[in-house]
């Protein structure tokens, strides 16, 4: 996604797709480019989290895995990375990026957060998370092992029991991606993407197992792994890095 091509396509909307990325995987590539697709996106910012809120310590550091997102999207010019989490001293809360990013693209820019089902579920633990629909549309894909699917969303989301919640969704669904366009936030939106049952969590165990974890994530990303030794905690005792 150029420069150039960003000013030429300033009102279409733009995808954010943040994560631990620890490390990034063919679902999370995936996601992206489904979503860019299906809803109608100019592109999709990928925003690794420097200090991943809501979870313990990643098992690789905030460069190493913004080095791996770069390798991951190198070559897909509906792709780009964001660094401004990792390079941030505070933890990467979502509403401050958000805020940025509304400063940086401007107030009429419709803005579309992507999020997995489970990312999703959590959300009304989020900090300042009622603050987000004024920023952003939300748009959540169907995730295995998180049922329901997406297209029986929200009724039957675990989260939707949250009275609060389920209200709030309920206002604010929209099933036409065409929505999106014709508001800079506000509309939270499902969408099918083919399911992928790979995790960062079997990515990493596997590789601490001495296992292999080929055609889970693109070569480039394993190279970086391997020639950075990361994910060997279990088979040396301790952490390499
Ligand atoms: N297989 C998948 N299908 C759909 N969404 C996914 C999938 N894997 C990750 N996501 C989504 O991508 C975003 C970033 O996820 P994250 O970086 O935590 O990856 P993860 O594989 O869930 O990691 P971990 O196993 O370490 O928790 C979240 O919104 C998450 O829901
Ligand atoms: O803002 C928050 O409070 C918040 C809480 C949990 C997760 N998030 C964001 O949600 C995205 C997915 O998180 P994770 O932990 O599944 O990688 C990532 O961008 C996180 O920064 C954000």
């Not at 999703?120 to 049922?147: D, I, K, M, T, Y």
């Amino acid at each position: 996604m150029s420069a150039a091509t960003d000013t030429a396509r300033a009102d279409a909307p733009l995808g954010l797709l943040g994560g631990t990325f620890d490390p990034i995987h063919f679902a999370h590539l995936r996601l992206a480019e489904e979503a860019r697709e299906a809803l109608g996106l100019h592109g999709v910012r990928l925003i690794p989290a420097g200090q991943p809120p809501h979870r313990g310590e990643p098992g690789s550091t905030a460069q190493d895995r913004l080095a791996m997102a770069r390798l991951a999207t190198a070559g897909n010019d509906g792709l780009e990375v964001d660094d401004g989490e990792v390079l941030a001293p505070q933890k990467s809360y979502t509403v401050p990026t958000l805020e940025r990013l509304r400063a940086e693209l401007g107030p009429q820019r419709p803005l579309v957060l992507i999020l997995g089902a489970d990312a999703f579920e959590g959300l009304p633990q989020w900090h300042r998370w009622q603050e987000l629909f004024s920023l952003a549309h939300v748009a959540v894909a169907n995730r295995p092992g998180h049922a329901p699917h997406a297209r029986r969303w929200p009724g039957t989301l675990p989260s939707a029991r949250l009275p609060a919640f389920a209200a709030l969704c309920e206002g604010r669904h929209v099933s036409d991606p065409a929505e999106l366009r014709a508001a800079p936030a506000g509309r939270i939106i499902p969408f099918d993407m083919t399911p992928l049952a790979i995790s960062a969590t079997l990515i990493r165990d596997l590789i601490g197992h001495g296992h292999s974890a080929r055609y889970l994530l693109p070569d480039s990303v394993l190279d970086y792994i391997g020639a950075n030794g990361l994910y060997t905690r279990n088979l040396t005792g301790h952490a390499s890095s």
